[in-house]
């Protein structure tokens, strides 16, 4: 019998498995390890909608990118058989776990379920791992966050710096974190904690402040919308492009050694100058009047209120600064972000402004 396509690529062993490949980080890794030849296989959970419209321009018509090499299969991060069952399937060398309920302050009303699923979810991948008997064959990234540091103790976080968790998604997280060294340390596996800082992309989830930011810009731009509200504007972050973050993933699994590493830019910025930027990039600069609950944000030629804010967005204990240091990724894995915080607020802007002309109800 002639070998199929699935034969041929399963014999040449570059298989990743990606849980969450229908999220930010998981489409655009999954493009960039299709683009470097792998067979990509996705885990991708029931929902009673369409959950995959990030990576349809991929799997819809199977020969558009690398003649079709990507397969999704039904599983859950709570479903422990069907993790087994997958890898047992698949039998990949390289396992990405990306999946989580990834979002903070919904963390703070799904406290179980978040942690069911980022904190325990990892310990049921790694088990699975090591009940498959492919523990000594597989490399295993996971998803792990800034978010860990919390209560900043050092001003420049790196693989250092100690943690002090401030969410229940950044306590299951820290769980995952634990789990994945300790595994490592306890059956020799190969188990890395990429801990990423914040990154963001056209594709971010539309709750997240960058993506709530820009898409409300280019609505208001077009004319589609008045104002809108935010949270607490003075968090800083370290905000990054997920295309960047991905290839840093793919590198810490290419080590000859597994290693923990931060993945950052190194450049703080407020959630109010994200929003500057993106009123600035359509030509409707804003200054901020007020204070507290009671500050705006006017557009400085009409006067017009475009920002308020609303406690309903801030969060019962918040993360006030995060600021990586990503100095062993660049001397270990040689790895250095491209794009920076100009560009990223500019690629956001250009994207949902499209967006926003070819669908005003999007
Ligand atoms: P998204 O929220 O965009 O994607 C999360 C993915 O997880 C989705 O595919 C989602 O599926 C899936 N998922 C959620 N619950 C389950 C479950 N129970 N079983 C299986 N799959 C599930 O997150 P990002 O892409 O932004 O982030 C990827 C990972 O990196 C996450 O673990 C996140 O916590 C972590 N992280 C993210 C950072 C960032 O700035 N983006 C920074 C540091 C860490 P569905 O589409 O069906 O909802
Ligand atoms: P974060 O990202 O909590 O850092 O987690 P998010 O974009 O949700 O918040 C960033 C900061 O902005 C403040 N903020 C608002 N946030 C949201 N979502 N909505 C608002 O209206 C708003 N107004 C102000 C927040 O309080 C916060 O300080 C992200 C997620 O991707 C995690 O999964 C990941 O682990 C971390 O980044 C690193």
Not at 219 to 238: A, H, M, P, Q
Not at 339 to 347: A, G, I, N, T
Request: hydrophobic share 35%; charged share 25%; with cysteine.
């Amino acid at each position: 019998m002639e070998p199929s396509k699935d034969d041929e690529v399963t014999n040449c062993r570059k298989v990743a498995l990606i849980t969450g490949i229908t999220g930010q980080d998981g489409s655009y890794l999954a493009e960039f390890l299709l683009d470097k030849g792998y067979f990509v296989h996705g885990i991708i959970r029931r929902a009673s909608t369409f959950n995959t419209s990030r990576i349809e321009h991929l799997y819809s018509n199977p020969y558009a990118h690398k003649g079709g090499r990507m397969k999704l299969h039904y599983g859950d991060l709570t479903d422990s058989s069907s993790l087994v069952r997958i890898i047992c399937e698949v039998k990949p060398i390289e396992i990405y776990n990306l999946a989580a309920q990834s979002h903070v302050k919904v963390s703070f009303e799904l406290s179980e379920y978040t942690a069911e699923v980022d904190g325990l979810g990892t310990l049921r991948l790694l088990d699975a791992i090591r009940t498959s008997g492919l523990s000594q064959s597989i490399k295993f990234y996971q998803a792990s966050t800034s978010e860990l540091y919390g209560k900043v103790v050092e001003p420049v976080q790196s693989e250092t710096t100690p943690f002090c968790p401030q969410s229940p998604y950044a306590v299951a997280k820290l769980y995952a974190y634990w789990i994945t060294n300790n595994y490592r340390d306890a059956y020799n596996m190969f188990a890395c904690n990429g801990i990423l800082f914040n990154h963001e992309s056209p594709r971010r989830g539309e709750n997240f402040v960058t993506r709530k930011i820009t898409r409300s810009v280019a609505k208001i731009t077009l004319g589609l919308l008045d104002s809108f509200e935010l949270g607490y504007l003075d968090s800083e972050r370290d905000w990054g492009h997920a295309k960047d973050y991905v290839e840093a993933m793919w590198l810490m699994l290419q080590q000859d050694k597994p290693e923990n590493y931060v993945i950052a830019t190194n450049e703080k910025h407020k959630v109010r100058e994200f929003v500057e930027l993106s009123f600035n990039y359509v030509g409707k600069p804003i200054r901020w009047e007020g204070s507290g609950l009671d500050e705006v944000g006017i557009e400085v030629e009409t006067g017009t209120i475009r920002v308020r804010v609303d406690k309903k967005y801030f969060r019962p204990t918040e993360v006030n600064l995060l600021l990586g240091d990503a100095s062993k990724a660049k001397e270990k894995l040689g790895w250095i972000p491209k794009v920076r915080f100009h560009d990223l607020v500019k690629d956001m802007m250009e994207a949902d402004l499209e967006l926003m002309k070819r669908n005003p109800e999007a």
